[in-house]
């Protein structure tokens, strides 16, 4: 079984700023990936960027990045340079590969709001 | 490549009536997730096709909710009867493959039931 916690329903910075949120994980599965995703008005959830378990290295998408924490079981996003696009609820999730189901167990979401 | 497609974007219903979703996923992926989405949760896993069959649907309601994939391409999702708790948002998802967690999603439809 996996969990995923995120403790901040709702964020909100100024343009251009820096922010980070947070997600905590608990999962048995000894491969696994984390992502966090991106869900606008539209509903459209859209893949923000990707960690493997396996991989030491921090992922970076261009202004997104994550620490990736294994031991503590954190997967935080830093999003630099905010901008006003960036508004969106944002979903922190896990993917275990140990076989039967494998859909992605999600967080309850930030609400993240980049003021002008 | 063309996205997920699900229809209708919005459906309003009254208790106890039926509803179908429909989803078409990108072309050659083999799994297909139905995500049942709560407003203020995250989405909740309540259904998984791989090809025609299903992998997984311990989490679907089944005295009410039904989903077939048939000839592992579309896959309708129905509620029969529906009920107020119904009221959320359904996501459908598909995946060329089961080893890295990547899902392509469509822009689900939002369902409430008066």
């Known amino acids: 079984a996996q969990t995923v916690t995120q403790s901040q329903p709702e964020m909100s910075v100024q343009e251009a700023e820096t922010v980070t949120l947070s997600c905590t994980y608990d999962?048995?599965?000894?491969?696994?990936?984390l992502f966090w995703y991106k869900q606008p008005p539209s509903r459209q959830m859209i893949l923000v960027i990707r960690?493997?378990?396996?991989?030491?290295q921090n992922a970076t998408e261009n202004r997104f990045s994550v620490n990736f924490q294994k031991a503590a079981k954190s997967f935080s996003l830093k999003i630099s340079d905010s901008q006003l696009g960036d508004t969106a609820m944002y979903f922190c999730?896990?993917?275990?590969?140990?076989?039967?189901?494998?859909?992605?167990?999600f967080g309850k979401g930030t609400h993240l709001i980049i003021q002008p | 490549e063309a996205g997920v497609a699900q229809s209708p974007r919005y459906k309003i219903i009254e208790k106890r009536q039926s509803v179908a979703f429909w989803c078409n996923p990108i072309?050659?992926?083999?799994?297909l997730y139905w995500y049942q989405q709560i407003l203020g949760q995250g989405p909740k896993l309540l259904i998984q096709?791989?090809?025609?069959?299903?992998?997984?649907d311990s989490q679907l309601p089944k005295d009410r909710f039904s989903a077939e994939r048939l000839k592992g391409v579309d896959s309708t999702l129905k509620i029969q009867p529906a009920k107020l708790e119904d009221s959320a948002v359904y996501l459908c998802?598909?995946?060329?493959?089961?080893?890295?967690?990547?899902?392509?999603f469509g822009p689900g439809t939002r369902l409430t039931v008066l």
């Open positions: 998802a598909s995946s060329p493959r089961r080893r890295d967690g990547e899902q392509f």
């Open positions: 999962t048995s599965e000894n491969n696994y990936y």
């Open positions: 960690q493997e378990a396996y991989k030491q």
């Open positions: 999730a896990s993917w275990g590969s140990g076989g039967g189901a494998d859909g992605l167990t």
């Open positions: 072309s050659g992926h083999a799994t």
């Open positions: 096709f791989q090809n025609n069959g299903v992998v997984d």
